[in-house]
């Protein structure tokens, strides 16, 4: 098993362009989360789903969608990248909120 | 909302020193509490859980009992070693109501020295 996979791990993005973070697990969880984490302020929820086609906003959605077509894939799109957006995304997996999640290795924003 | 606190950092020890690394919590319902470890560059591991009050979590010399009297899930080792030097975040996940998706402390930066 893969786990979690990120892509890309880097990224340089200048104010207003948009692109999409990618995620993938196999594990046949059904939920599935991403994070940013920001110096001094924790891992902060954005948005998760708990099933293919159904997804809610987390503490900080403002900024970025995503949808959830397969149980595998969970992409996360910035649609007009922000300085405030520079970050480490963190992509997320489990089985059921009360277990253990797997995090991805993460993906770091850069917006100039 | 449910929330979680946490001891700021960085926090620098001695090797084979004792640690404690204190974590209190508020959440609705009856949450599960956990210890996530983030070494340099990579993402989080699980390093310890609790269910339910009295619960102790365990692993690799780590240890934290959920209380929930006081609401705390504190993390501690007996003799520390370089390699554990690594950020530290107690998080919650909460079994009743509001977002789901675990709820994070701030991280406790840990610096062991030889």
């Known amino acids: 098993n893969a786990g979690v996979t990120q892509t890309p791990k880097f990224q340089v993005l200048k104010t207003g362009q948009s692109m999409t973070l990618q995620c993938a697990q196999d594990m046949n969880h059904e939920y599935m989360s991403w994070y940013r984490q920001d110096p001094g302020m924790g891992l902060r929820l954005i948005h998760y789903s708990v099933g293919a086609g159904i997804t809610d906003q987390g503490e900080v959605p403002n900024g970025y969608n995503v949808s959830r077509s397969t149980t595998e894939d969970f992409p996360l799109r910035l649609l007009s990248a922000a300085p405030s957006q520079t970050s480490v995304y963190f992509c997320a997996s489990t089985a059921a909120w009360g277990n253990e999640q797997f995090f991805g290795p993460g993906t770091r924003l850069t917006v100039l | 909302g449910d929330s979680v606190t946490q001891m700021e950092g960085p926090v620098t020890l001695s090797e084979e020193a004792f640690l404690t690394i204190n974590c209190t919590y508020t959440?609705?319902?009856?949450?599960?509490l956990f210890w996530y470890v983030q070494y340099p560059g990579e993402g989080l591991q699980l390093l310890l859980k609790?269910?339910?009050?009295?619960d102790k979590g365990s692993n690799k010399g780590f240890e934290a009992t959920y209380r929930k009297e006081t609401t705390s899930f504190h993390l501690e080792k007996g003799s520390v070693q370089v390699s554990d030097s690594a950020v530290y975040f107690c998080a919650l996940s909460s079994s009743g109501g509001g977002a789901d998706g675990l709820t994070f402390g701030k991280g406790t930066h840990l610096i062991i020295q030889p």
């Open positions: 959440a609705t319902g009856y949450p599960s």
């Open positions: 609790a269910t339910k009050a009295d």
